[in-house]
């Protein structure tokens, strides 16, 4: 079983304009046969958590799959995204995320990731933001590197994750 544990917490220091983006369109599958290599010597992780979650806690965590509809800056904002998406419930979600420094918007639409969505709904820049959507953190060479994980487009959305 994988597990995921959100923080919610600043990404750190802001970051020059288009300096360590990740860019969806430069991420190309690896070849059949032969993995791509990757170099993680100089990568930096934060610190496994020393307190247990206890598994009833844990299983009301509710992990989706949801489809990128819209997606699009907010105004007056520097950071924020504003995400329309399908969670297979029928009904658009509207999650904000703080990841315009490493994404921009039009990479972004059509593809599918992961999102928790029972969070209570958080106002943001006059926006209520109904969950988050999860991404990997880590520091490389003393700068932040964040990707917003995507999954195969073959996964429906609304697919609950174990």
Not at 53 to 82: G, I, N, P, Y
Not at 95 to 103: A, F, R, T, W
Not at 139 to 158: N, S
Request: glycine share 6%; with cysteine.
């Amino acid at each position: 079983m994988v597990v995921f544990v959100p923080t919610m917490k600043p990404l750190g220091e802001a970051k020059k304009e288009n300096d360590a983006k990740s860019k969806v369109s430069d991420i190309a599958p690896a070849p059949k046969g032969e993995p791509e290599k990757i170099d993680f010597s100089k990568v930096e992780i934060e610190p496994l958590f020393k307190d247990f979650v206890d598994f009833e806690t844990f299983s009301k965590s509710d992990f989706r799959a949801v489809k990128v509809k819209e997606c699009e800056a907010v105004k007056k904002s520097k950071k924020l995204l504003k995400f329309v998406l399908d969670d297979g419930s029928g009904t658009d979600r509207v999650i904000l995320s703080g990841i315009h420094e490493y994404y921009e918007p039009e990479e972004l639409v059509g593809r599918t990731c992961i999102a928790i969505t029972n969070l209570p709904p958080r106002k943001m820049m006059g926006i209520d933001s109904e969950g988050m959507l999860i991404s990997a953190v880590h520091h490389e060479e003393g700068q932040e590197r964040l990707h917003l994980l995507m999954v195969d487009e073959r996964i429906p959305a609304g697919a609950k994750l174990y």
